[in-house]
C-alpha cells in the first residue's frame, strides 16, 4: 500500500490515504514540527471521522460553515462509530468501533479541526475560518444562509483587463512572460471554475487540442477527472503563454504553470496574483477580498444567472453533490427579485 508517511503506524497511514491531499499535507506538517505520532494518529482519527460526516452529508470542505460544524458536533454528542484497523496475526483487519464522546475527546476534536482549518487558510485551501464562526456566530447569523461573494460579468472583465494595465504602466521587460501567464490563470478560473489545487496540479499533457477545440483534463477531489472545454478567449491567453513560457526547473518540466524561478506555482502564489489584479482594478469594496474560489462563484453564477442547467454546473465545478451547487440558485433568484423591484420606478 502506498504510504504517506513511514513515521506513522500502518493503520493510521490507511486512514491517512483516504483524506483529501490539503489534510495529508497538514498532516505531513505536523510530522515535520515533531509532534508526538500519538498525537498526529489522534487527529488523523478525528479528521477521518469529520469527513466520513461531510462526505455521508453531501457537503464540500470548500463549504462549510459554522453551523455544519455545530452539526458536526451535536451528530457525535452521545457517541458515534469509529473504523478502526488492526494487524491480526499479520494482516490488517478493519473492525468497527462505538465510541462515547468524552468531554476531553470533544475538546481535542475541537482542537484538532481548529487546527486544520487555521492550516487551509494559511495556505489558500480556504478563503475563512469556519471554526471562527463555530466559536462566535450568533444566534442570527447560525440561522441566515450564507450567500457567496462574487463579481458581476463587468468586474469580472475589469480584473481581466487589469493584467495588461498592470504591466503597461511597468517596465517588466524580463518578466514580461508574467502578463501571459496571469492572464491565463484567471481567465481559465473564470472559463472553468477550477479549485485553485486543481488549477496548482495541471501539468501540460492536461491540455488537450482536437480540431481546433481545447480542452483541460482535471483531477478534482477524490482523483476525480472531468474534462473541460476551453472558450476562444481563454483558448488564445493558454497558447500565447505556452509561446513564451519559460524553461522550467529540473524536475518540474511536466508543470504546466511555473513561477520565476521554474518550479511548478504555488497556492499561495496564486492567492497573490489575485490579489494583486484585483487591487489594480479598483473594485468595489465587496470585491476587495475576491480570491480564486470566489472566481469559481463567479462562474457559477453568471451561468446559472444565464439559463444553465444546475446539473450541467455542477459538473462543470466537479460538486458531488447538488445540495453544494444549489446555493447558487438562491443568488440568481435574489438578482431576479431585484430586476423586479426596479419595475417599480417604471410604473
Not at 494595465?165 to 477550477?194: H, Q
Not at 470585491?287 to 444567472?305: C, D, F, Q, V, W
Not at 453533490?321 to 417604471?346: G, M, P, W
Amino acid at each position: 500500500m502506498k504510504y504517506l508517511s513511514r513515521k506513522l503506524p500502518e493503520n493510521i497511514n490507511r486512514l491517512a490515504m483516504e483524506l483529501p491531499e490539503d489534510v495529508q499535507e497538514y498532516i505531513l506538517e505536523m510530522i515535520s514540527a515533531d509532534r508526538s505520532i500519538e498525537t498526529v494518529a489522534a487527529y488523523v482519527y478525528d479528521f477521518k471521522l469529520f469527513f466520513d460526516y461531510l462526505e455521508e452529508h453531501g457537503h464540500e470542505l470548500e463549504d462549510v460553515t459554522g453551523r455544519t460544524i455545530k452539526r458536526f458536533f451535536r451528530y457525535i454528542e452521545h457517541g458515534y462509530e469509529r473504523k478502526v484497523t488492526r494487524k491480526i496475526n499479520g494482516r490488517l483487519v478493519e473492525t468497527v468501533q462505538v465510541r462515547e464522546n468524552s468531554h476531553a475527546g470533544k475538546n481535542r476534536k475541537r482542537a484538532s479541526l481548529q487546527s486544520l482549518f487555521r492550516y487551509l487558510v494559511k495556505c489558500g485551501a480556504l478563503d475563512r475560518n469556519p471554526m471562527t464562526e463555530f466559536e462566535d456566530v450568533t444566534l442570527r447569523a447560525r440561522n441566515k444562509q450564507r450567500v457567496p461573494v462574487f463579481l458581476t460579468h463587468d468586474e469580472a472583465m475589469r480584473l481581466v483587463h487589469s493584467v495588461h494595465d498592470f504591466f503597461d504602466m511597468r517596465n517588466y521587460k524580463r518578466l514580461s512572460w508574467l502578463r501571459y501567464r496571469d492572464l491565463a490563470i484567471l481567465l481559465i478560473f473564470l472559463n472553468t471554475g477550477l479549485r485553485v489545487s486543481e488549477l496548482v496540479r495541471l501539468d501540460t499533457t492536461s491540455i488537450q487540442e482536437q480540431k481546433g477545440t481545447v480542452r483541460i483534463v482535471v483531477l478534482g477531489k477524490g482523483n476525480k477527472e472531468r474534462m473541460l472545454k476551453l472558450n476562444n478567449t481563454a483558448t488564445t491567453a493558454l497558447k500565447d503563454y505556452m509561446a513564451v513560457r519559460p524553461t522550467p526547473a529540473p524536475g518540474y518540466e511536466s508543470a504546466l504553470f511555473l513561477n520565476r524561478n521554474g518550479g511548478r506555482i504555488s497556492r499561495v502564489s496564486i492567492n497573490k496574483i489575485i490579489n494583486k489584479y484585483v487591487k489594480e482594478a479598483d473594485l468595489p469594496p465587496k470585491a476587495k477580498n475576491i480570491s480564486p474560489h470566489k472566481l469559481r462563484h463567479t462562474l457559477a453564477t453568471l451561468l446559472l444567472s444565464n439559463g444553465a442547467n444546475i446539473r450541467v454546473v455542477q459538473e462543470i465545478l466537479g460538486h458531488s453533490s447538488i445540495n453544494t451547487t444549489q446555493i447558487y440558485t438562491h443568488v440568481v433568484n435574489d438578482q431576479k427579485d431585484e430586476e423586479l423591484d426596479r419595475l417599480d420606478e417604471l410604473m
